[in-house]
């Protein structure tokens, strides 16, 4: 299947810092990423719809401020958590596909975010 | 209501076991269905990709999809112990890939 790569793995970052993730579709190009939250033995909560060339759409309750997004071309997203806190710990994980109506999306291995 | 129910488990079965897992949904516009894999902290992986109704079968794995009553399967045949994970049901509409997710069901296989 096609590969969906994310870095880092894991990171740990100090309160009031900000912390990039990168997502990149390594086998095809990718006009939109999607980029999820998830909390420890809980489902994958949808964070914000990253577009190429254009903002990202943010869910309900997501702060955009704090979570910045860019898709600046079609191969690579990222997300900067500003002024990390604490309860920004979480596992937070990339998806991409190839596109069109019949292909399925793949993930990122994800990156654990450690506020300490 | 959740648009995706899905039980969290724990499901633990003997090693050699069949395995079945659902979903349930309430939008009938929901076309393509896929399940994924998770083990801890790493990133769902995707296992069976299914559109419309009908089965899919992929080795052990096998999906079932059945519309009419909002309802979709996988069965694990002779599971084993590295088939402990969180399994994931999740679905979309149609264009792009903005996918509604079940909570997860966790798995455990004993040897």
């Known amino acids: 299947g096609a590969v969906v790569s994310q870095h880092p793995s894991w990171v740990i970052c100090k309160s009031g810092t900000s912390v990039k993730i990168e997502c990149r579709s390594l086998d095809f190009q990718a006009t939109t990423m999607f980029w999820y939250r998830q909390f420890p033995k809980q489902s994958l909560m949808l964070m914000a719809t990253?577009?190429?060339?254009?903002?990202?759409?943010?869910e309900q309750g997501v702060e955009k401020d704090k979570f910045l997004i860019n898709h600046a071309s079609l191969t690579l997203s990222t997300l900067t958590v500003t002024s990390a806190h604490p309860e920004d710990s979480s596992f937070y994980i990339c998806?991409?596909?190839?596109?069109?109506?019949?292909?399925?999306?793949?993930f990122g291995q994800g990156t654990r975010l450690t506020v300490v | 209501q959740k648009e995706v129910e899905q039980d969290p488990g724990p499901l633990s079965v003997p090693e050699g076991a069949i395995v079945s897992l659902n979903c349930t949904y309430s939008?009938?516009?929901?076309?393509?269905f896929m399940w994924y894999r998770q083990y801890s902290r790493k990133g769902p992986e995707l296992l069976m990709y299914t559109y419309s109704s009908g089965n899919k079968e992929d080795g052990r794995f096998t999906a079932q999809v059945d519309k009419s009553s909002k309802y979709i399967s996988l069965f694990i045949r002779d599971s084993q112990p590295s088939d402990s994970a969180t399994y994931l049901c999740a679905m979309r509409r149609g264009a792009g890939n903005m996918l509604t997710f079940g909570g997860g069901t966790r798995l455990m296989v004993k040897p």
């Open positions: 998806s991409a596909g190839p596109g069109g109506m019949n292909t399925e999306a793949f």
């Open positions: 990253s577009n190429e060339g254009s903002k990202a759409t943010y």
């Open positions: 939008n009938s516009a929901f076309q393509y």
